[in-house]
């Protein structure tokens, strides 16, 4: 689903869709298996329902799991988007995923609760 694009981030290709809701989603099991393959470090226990932190266009925001997301899609808030590039159909873009170290600091940041990379 990503593969390595910088010291910062991986690249991958969503279909992304626009919601009424106030936070990002994909599905469920897509979360909980990109957590493990990129943000668990395999010490203890840790949490696999934790947000991933993604950009699209400009702007970082969490991205929590949800069983009721078609695969391979990103449900975002409206409010996320300004410029109208994002509509129903889904359209396929390119979405950044912040590795586990720099969404662990954008989380801190950005005030969105714990951080993904520390299970907590």
Same mark, same amino acid.
């Given at each position: 689903?990503?593969?390595?694009?910088?010291?910062?981030?991986?690249?991958?290709?969503?279909? /992304?869709? @626009?919601?009424?809701?106030?936070?990002?989603?994909?599905? +469920?099991?897509?979360?909980? !298996?990109?957590?493990?393959? #990129?943000?668990?470090?395999?010490?203890?226990?840790?949490?696999?329902?934790?947000?991933?932190?993604?950009?699209?266009?400009?702007?970082?925001?969490?991205?929590?799991?949800?069983?009721?997301?078609?695969?391979?899609?990103? /449900?975002? @808030?409206?409010?996320?988007?300004?410029?109208?590039?994002? +509509?129903?159909?889904?359209? !396929?873009?390119?979405?950044? #995923?912040?590795?586990?170290?720099?969404?662990?600091?954008?989380?801190?940041?950005?005030?969105?609760?714990?951080?993904?990379?520390?299970?907590?």
């Amino acid at each position: 689903m990503f593969e390595a694009f910088s010291d910062g981030y991986y690249l991958g290709r969503l279909y /992304v869709e @626009p919601h009424d809701g106030d936070r990002a989603v994909i599905h +469920r099991r897509q979360h909980e !298996l990109v957590n493990r393959q #990129l943000y668990a470090t395999d010490e203890g226990i840790e949490r696999l329902d934790a947000p991933l932190v993604m950009k699209l266009d400009n702007r970082h925001f969490p991205v929590h799991g949800d069983e009721r997301v078609p695969e391979d899609t990103l /449900v975002v @808030p409206d409010s996320y988007v300004d410029d109208g590039t994002i +509509r129903n159909p889904p359209s !396929l873009r390119e979405v950044l #995923l912040a590795k586990a170290d720099w969404a662990a600091q954008l989380m801190r940041l950005t005030g969105h609760g714990p951080d993904p990379a520390a299970g907590t």
